[in-house]
Structures are given as C-alpha cells and as structure tokens.
T-cell receptor, first 111, second 114 residues
Framework: GNSVTQMEGPVTLSEEAFLTINCTYT??????LFWYVQYPGEGLQLLLK?????DKGSNKGFEATYRKETTSFHLEKGSVQVSDSAVYFC??????????FGTGTSLTVIP | NAGVTQTPKFQVLKTGQSMTLQCAQD?????MSWYRQDPGMGLRLIHY???????DQGEVPNGYNVSRSTTEDFPLRLLSAAPSQTSVYFC?????????????FGEGSRLTVL
C-alpha cells in the first residue's frame, strides 16, 4: 500500500539554524512527492514537489530531493527564519487521485 | 482568485444535530475531497469525488455524507453530530488527470460538537 512517515515533532530551532525534516514513503510504482506547509489558522499550501526520481523541488529556500533508492524526500533549509514557524506535511500521490499525508511536523523558530 | 472556498469557518453543534459544510471551487477541478485534521493524526480522507455524480469513501467515512451535483460544489453533511466529530475540516481539489497536479486546500472549517 501507500503511506508516508515523517519525523515526530515538535521541532524548535533558533533563527538561522539548519533545518531537516525527515520523510520516508512506501508506495508501489512511481509516486509524486510533495511538501505542504500550514501556517497557524490557515489551510495547507504547496511548498514544493518532485515528480520523478532524483528530481529536486525547491521554493522559498526549502529543498527536497526525491530519492527512490532510500524511498525518502527529506525537507531542508539552510537558514530558518521566525516566519518559517508552521506545520509541515509530507505527502505522496500515486496512480489515481488519492493523496497520502504524513502526520505533520510542527516547527517553531525562536529569535 | 477565490480557489477553494469553505463555509462556515466556525460552527458549534449539539450532539445529534445535523449540518452541512459547504465547499466550492472555481478552478474547474474534477477531483474534490474532504479531510479532517486532528492533533497527532495528520489529515484523514473522509470522502472524495472524481467528477460530478461520482463519489467514494475515504479512510473515515462513517457519519458523513457527500454529493456532487456540479463540478464546482462538494458539500459534506453530518447527519447526527457526535463529539468524536469535533475537528478541523478541509476541502481540497485538484485537476483530475495526472499525478503531478497539486492539491489545493480551503482555509478550513472548525467544528465543535458539544
């Protein structure tokens, strides 16, 4: 079946620290992979995506590389800001339309 | 750009009451879905639709009904509300074809059942 596992939170970092949020997946075939971000009181919005192996998605200083050999899609940012405080969700979609989400990782960045 | 619009944003119900959460999208998306978000549980799919007249169950469909009479609208009905249905509900849509298309979310509806 299809599933996504992401690291437990919450994560607290100081401003300008390096961020990694781990995400691994289980899927048959070749899914597309996504990171979504949810700011307080808002809906989820797409942060980045990758649709095939070795693709790198990037946006707003965040990056993630689709690693088929390790079934991973880890989210990284070199220098976090207070405004990056949010909940981050890893997700996949396989053949068909259904998305599978991880449980979310809460990030708090302190000045 | 309206995108995905959900109403109401907040609702308080008593156990046993019924209500409908409204969802509308103006992007001509074929696929629409409802999720609930609970602490520590992530997002769980309730129902989804791949086009007008077609609906199907997701992971947690019990206690909820949906219909899809038009491409734009996908209401979620709670037939007899229970405290276990206290949650934040999100409607989401995407184009029907292709794996690469992202899912677009509404801002959410926070429901409390007393």
């Amino acid at each position: 079946g299809n599933s996504v596992t992401q690291m437990e939170g919450p994560v607290t970092l100081s401003e300008e620290a390096f961020l990694t949020i781990n995400c691994t997946y289980t899927a048959t075939g070749y899914p597309s992979l996504f990171w979504y971000v949810q700011y307080p009181g808002e809906g989820l919005q797409l942060l980045l995506k990758a649709t095939k192996a070795d693709d790198k998605g990037s946006n707003k200083g965040f990056e993630a590389t689709y690693r088929k050999e390790t079934t991973s899609f880890h989210l990284e940012k070199g220098s976090v800001q207070v405004s990056d405080s949010a909940v981050y969700f890893c997700a996949l979609v396989n053949t068909g339309n259904q998305f599978y989400f991880g449980t979310g990782t809460s990030l708090t960045v302190i000045p | 750009n309206a995108g995905v619009t959900q109403t109401p944003k907040f609702q308080v119900l008593k156990t046993g009451q019924s209500m409908t959460l409204q969802c509308a999208q103006d992007m001509n998306h074929e696929y629409m879905s409802w999720y609930r978000q609970d602490p520590g549980m992530g997002l769980r799919l309730i129902h989804y639709s791949v086009g007008a007249g077609i609906t199907d169950q997701g992971e947690v469909p019990n206690g909820y009904n949906v219909s899809r009479s038009t491409t734009e609208d996908f209401p979620l009905r709670l037939l007899s509300a229970a405290p276990s249905q206290t949650s934040v509900y999100f409607c989401a849509s995407r184009p029907g074809r292709g794996q690469s298309g992202e899912l677009f979310f509404g801002e959410g509806s926070r429901l409390t059942v007393l």
